[in-house]
Structure formats: C-alpha cells, structure tokens
C-alpha cells in the first residue's frame, strides 16, 4: 500500500484529495490538518481515505506529501516534518509564492527527500475545506519549481499528479514565477484592497454603495479574501509586488493624461486593452511552439515515462541544468 | 391603447422591454433601433410587441419614451424625437453619466415634455439584444435624476415603471450621480483596463498569460466592455473620472509604503478593505432611516399615488424645490 499525504485539508488541499482518491491502485489518501475538525469534515466530504492526527504519523512512509498551508506555515511544517520523511519521499507545496518555499525546501529537507514546489492557478471564493470541490484544478496552468537537486524521476511523479488532477504543468523558475504571479495575482489583490479603500474612505461612500454593482463587485472580489493570506504575499514576494504597483501606477497615469485629452489616442488606448484582453481569453497569447511542448501535455493514456523522457522531461532536465550552471556561476 | 416606445434595443433597451411587455392592460411596447436587424431579433425574443422603423413614427403618441442608447448618441436622438413627440410626453433615458444628458434634454426636448434621467445600476458581460433577459433589473439600484422643471406625477410614472422592472428609485442630482458611479463604476472600468496595459506591455506577458486565472479574470473584466461606450464614458464624466483617479493613485501609494514597511499597519489596512468589502455586500452601509423611505419601495399592490403623494413623492418633490432653489441663487 503506498501512502499520499496531504497537510492542510482547506479548499485546494481537500480538492487534491477528492480528485486523487481512487485514481491509483493500492494508494491511500492520507489527510491532516491542524484543525481536527476540518480533518473530519474532509473525510465526511469524501477528500481523503482516513486522518492523521500527528504531523509525523501522517508523513511516515508516505511515497508523496502535499504540503497545502498558507505560505507562512510551509516553512514551520517542512521543519517539522523532515525527521520524519522516509528516504525518497517527494514533498511539494501549493502556496503562491515560490522563492522563499524554495530556500526553506533547501534550508530544512534532508538530501534524501526530493522537492517540487508547485502553485495550482485555481480556486474559489469560498475558502477552506467548505469550497473543496471536484474537477477544481481541470484545465488549470500548475506551475512546477522542482528545487536544483530533484531528480527527474521526482519531477515525473509529480507532473503526473498534476496531469490525474486536470491541470496543465508549467516549468518555471522560482523567482521567475514569482514576478509572473505577482503581475497576474498579486497586483489584481493590491488593485481591488486599494478601489476598496479609495471609496470607502469618501465621505458619499453610503450613497456610492448602493450603486455599486456587478462591474464594482467584480473589481473588489479579491478584497475579500483572507488578509492574513493576502499580508503573507505581500511580505514574501515584497520587492515583486512593489515593481509591479509602480508599472501600474504609471499606466495609470497614462490613462489619466489621454483620459484628460480625449480623442483619438484614447479611443486606441481603449481599444488596444479591448484586443489584449480578448486575445488572452481566446488563448492566443503564448502560442508559440516552444511554450506549447510544456503546455500540451499528454492525456491519461499517454502518461508513460517514455514520453516524459523522451519529451517533457528532457526540457524540464535542461533547464535544471541550465539553473544549476546559472548557480555555479553566480556562486 | 397607450404607447411605450423604446429607441435602442442592446441589451438594456430589450430587458427593459421583455419584462414591461404585458404588465400594463391596454399597453403597447413599441420598439426601435437604428439597425433594423436589431430590431427584428428583439421582437423575435419577444421583447416588443411591435417595431417601428422610423424614429418620428416610433414617438408619435407615445406616453413614454426609453432612449436606450449609448451616451454619445443620446444628444442626437433626442433632438431628432423632440419635434414628434406629443404634449404631456415622458421621456427617460439609461444612459451611465447625467450631467450632459440632463442639459441636452433642458436645452433640446420642448418644455411640454417631461424628461427624467434614469440609470439602471444592473447589466451582464454579454452585449446587445443577445444579452437581453427577463430579470436584469430585478433588485438593482435604479437612479432616477428628474429635470428641475419635471412634475411630480411623471416622477410617480417613472417610479411605477422602475418598479414593475423589479428595482429600487434612487433620486440624486446629476452632478451628484455622476461623481458616485464615476467611483464605483467609472474607476473600476480605468482599473481592468490600466491591469490589461501593465501585463500585456511586458515582455513575459506571453508566460504570465498563462499563469492569470480567475482573480485576474474578474479585476480585468471591464477591460472586455465596449471601448466606445468607455471613450464615451471617460469624455461625458472627464473631471469626475480624474479626482477619482487621483484619490486611487493616492490610496494605491498608501498600499505601497504599508507593503514596503510590512507588520501590523499593514495587516490592519487589509482588514479594514475586507470588512469595508463585507459591510457592502452585507448591505450594512447606506441603511440610515432618511435613505431607507427611499430604498424600501412599496409593493406593486401598494402602488397607489396616495402611497406617493403621501410620502415618497413629496420627498421626491422636496428635492426637486431645493434644486430649483439652489440654481435660483446660482443663476
């Protein structure tokens, strides 16, 4: 019987468990959470085949330990964890953040474990266990950053996971996804915490509230989601994040200067945000052949490590090497 | 048999039609577009009981007129409508800024036609008559923004109309809704556009496509509404979209140095935009006792002009007195 681990049983770790369980042979699905509530309410649901109540009970011979905390509890759990994981276990993560996850995975995992720091781009509104759902991660970008040492073979086991999930693996670089998600994730959470600022704080905000509607509501969404998640992010993708707010804050007052003007260049201004937006929803952006290898990946009945090697895997393999080299050279 | 005629049949001229089609006896909805194509589709959901292919012919013995047209060609139908309509005449708009619409309709309708201004705070992402659908406004906040000169009773006739569709009158003066939607809908629109321009300008827009999920599809999402009506609504509401703009640049700078400084100023600034954001959508704010006589609108069978006459109207008409007071001292 192998044993897959999943610690943090809220939305994405209780989704990885409704849609792992039953998909291997002779592997068990193994749930805990800090919360033994949340552990029962997760196996109720049907997200894992039995609890753990003890970090170390639960990563004791595991073949595989998804670590699902929020960012700033990875690193106490990777800490606490390690004695107890067997030689070649294979532990990866789901927090947004990745730089940080990456030096704590190398601060405090033995060389025998391997590590593949991951970042699922899905979710609901609803968080915790309450928003765990089947068919969550279907179609989803999950971007993958295996740490320097990981073995390919490593890397294989978990693109496979994410493949049984739905998802679409994406090789990055740490700091490199890092500065891509703070674009896209990052930057949108800081946008609609400060719209809500901006008009709460007016003094009409009581009679602006009632003509808030759908495009307001969409705008604001993320501003309801946990601020102790939100405050993480922001302190570990800091320097990212306030790159980003300065590109913003200058395209806005881009728009501010033809908005001033009228005319012709802001109708083109208006339209040109029309067409990209369009484009990233029709999927057009990123089509090109090299992205696409890592982006089509094979369906269930490809899923062989002759394809993986043959393919996926070599760049994958490449582009550690690549970052080794770049490691080798910077130190 | 009396005549509602409804001039522009996107996706909020249609709805308004579908769900006022067979609510009145003796009542017949009458439609026109500029496209007749338009028009045939809208009759074919049913949204009209007729079409009526020109503009003079569409007006003639209409009790009311819905203009439903975009902002910018607002000016333009009216002056085309003014000579055709008949003495006592309603006419109201949709249209997303007021200040402009309420002179064009003083400067352009005859003084035997009433106009009041209305705007439906309600819409979905699809556009045009395909959009269309029974239930659009049900709920939603209705402003109604008379012209000083408009009687007490084609209020009442407005009022009714807003309520047959399911939504709450809100009275403001056009300056007044003009600075409250440029907050909550106007700034919003410059947000999904000024995210749109940050990430596609940079050159890992093409990786960074593929790692935007949903919480950069909701921020982004006016980004995909129609760059006309946005131009439009950037030039008729200019002043009013920039001091909102400013007090977001103010406020996202705010964010910024709380991000660069991290610890509990921080935290704290977050939890306030969540609870800012929960109060909202709680629907705690705006429910003092003044606003509530206007929030809580009678039910259809309380739809009586004593019921006006006794409370909503005079306060209605309060209003409409200290406006004339105001321009009076003003002029």
Redesign the interface.
């Known amino acids: 019987m192998h044993k897959i681990t999943i610690i943090g049983l809220g939305q994405i770790g209780a989704s990885m468990g409704t849609d792992l369980r039953g998909k291997f042979a002779g592997v068990e699905i193994v749930g805990h959470d800090k919360e033994p509530e949340v552990a029962g309410k997760a196996r109720k649901k049907g997200a894992i085949d039995r609890t753990s109540y003890t970090l170390p009970s639960a990563v004791e011979d595991a073949a595989i330990v998804i670590v699902a905390v929020p960012v700033e509890s990875v690193r106490e759990v990777l800490g606490s964890i390690a004695p107890h994981l067997s030689p070649g276990a294979i532990v990866t993560d789901v927090s947004s953040t990745k730089t940080r996850v990456l030096e704590w995975a190398e601060e405090l995992l033995p060389e025998s474990v391997e590590f593949v720091g991951g970042h699922p781009?899905?979710?609901?509104e609803t968080p915790g266990v309450e928003g765990a759902q089947s068919g969550l991660f279907e179609r989803?970008?999950y971007?993958l950053i295996p740490l320097g040492r990981t073995s390919p073979k490593a890397v294989e086991t978990v693109v496979n996971l994410v493949q049984v999930l739905g998802a679409k693996p994406?090789f990055?670089d740490p700091q490199?996804?890092d500065?891509?998600?703070a674009?896209?994730?990052h930057?949108?959470?800081?946008?609609?915490?400060?719209?809500?600022?901006?008009?709460?704080?007016?003094p009409?905000?009581?009679?602006?509230?009632?003509?808030?509607?759908?495009?307001?509501r969409?705008?604001?969404?993320?501003?309801?989601?946990?601020?102790?998640m939100?405050?993480d992010i922001?302190?570990t993708n800091?320097e990212t994040?306030?790159l980003?707010?300065?590109?913003?804050?200058e395209?806005?007052?881009?728009?501010?200067t033809l908005?001033?003007k009228?005319g012709p260049a802001?109708?083109s201004?208006?339209?040109?945000?029309?067409e990209?937006?369009?484009a990233?929803?029709r999927g057009r952006?990123?089509e090109?052949e090299a992205?696409a290898a890592f982006?089509d990946v094979p369906t269930a009945g490809e899923q062989t490590l002759t394809v993986f090697a043959g393919e996926r895997l070599v760049r994958a393999a490449r582009r550690l090497d690549d970052r080794k080299k770049r490691r080798g050279r910077g130190g």
Do not use: C, K, N
């Open positions: 781009m899905a979710g609901v989803a970008t971007a994406f990055l490199e996804h500065s891509l998600v674009a896209v994730s930057l949108p959470i800081a946008l609609s915490i400060t719209l809500m600022q901006t008009v709460s704080h007016a009409s905000w009581r009679e602006m509230s009632r003509l808030a509607a759908g495009s307001f969409d705008v604001s969404r993320l501003a309801s989601g946990s601020p102790a939100h405050a922001f302190s800091r994040v306030l980003w707010i300065d590109r913003f804050q395209e806005l007052q881009a728009l501010r908005v001033e009228g802001l109708r201004h208006l339209d040109e945000a029309y990209a937006r369009y990233w929803l952006v990123g090109s992205d982006a």
